[in-house]
């Protein structure tokens, strides 16, 4: 089971509303960044069976699948401390690990050290066919296409969107959107305070557990 913890949609915390000004005046031009900072890298995936995401100060995350036993894996960071921070991937046993953290080889001034808060960075991942996929974000957007085995997507602020198939999924969010198109599914979904729009599909032979508390909820067919 996993658990899901949710946190009082009255308070905002200070550094996600920093965030957003942040990345709403970089995008106008009117907030001064330098050259983004991306990164490519190429990971054998042949004995990887999960991916875990810890998507916390990512704003959007990525993925698609492929007929390869390779994972792409592409980063981009904006913002004046950039260069302090990078995506790292750690593999143990067969699961791989995805974070943003700060580059231990380099340091922010103590008047700078909350600059992490406004570092907008994305995370775009193509990866085999049918491996779990599990991330958790703060104020991170995900989006999901293509064929997985087990999908967990837990959000605060951003929305959910997958179009594939999964052979189990379980979705939730406090704020955004969750909108599926998918193939054969028994769809048990909940939204507090949004609303809920489900089709009815004539298999089920997979399970969609989705929950929302302020967003609202779509699963159509998959054309």
Known sequence: MVSF????????????????????LACCGVYPISAQNSFDKHIEASD????????????????????????????????????????????QNQILYLKLE??????IPDDKRNAHKVVAASLNLV???NLDIDIKSDIGSVELTGNFKDITVQLFTGFCKIQGQAKA??????????????????????????????????LKTTVWRLKSIYGNISVKKQE
């Not at 913890?5 to 709403?24: E, Q, S, T």
């Open 127 to 129: 990866i085999p066919v």
């Open 5 to 24: 913890i949710l946190i009082r949609h009255d308070y905002i915390r200070p550094w996600i509303l920093r965030f957003k000004v942040f990345f709403i």
């Open 102 to 107: 700060q580059n231990p080889f380099m340091s």
């Open 169 to 202: 999924a379980l979705i939730n969010t406090v704020d955004g959107n969750i909108d599926i198109k998918t193939l054969n599914a028994e769809v048990i979904a909940n939204s507090t305070y949004g609303s809920t729009e489900i089709e009815t599909f004539p």
């Open 48 to 91: 990887i069976e999960r991916i875990v995401i810890n998507g916390n100060q990512i704003f959007s995350i990525s993925v698609s699948t492929h007929n390869s036993k390779n994972i792409t894996m592409r980063s981009t960071i904006d913002g004046e401390y950039q260069e302090e921070f990078q995506i790292t991937n750690t593999k």
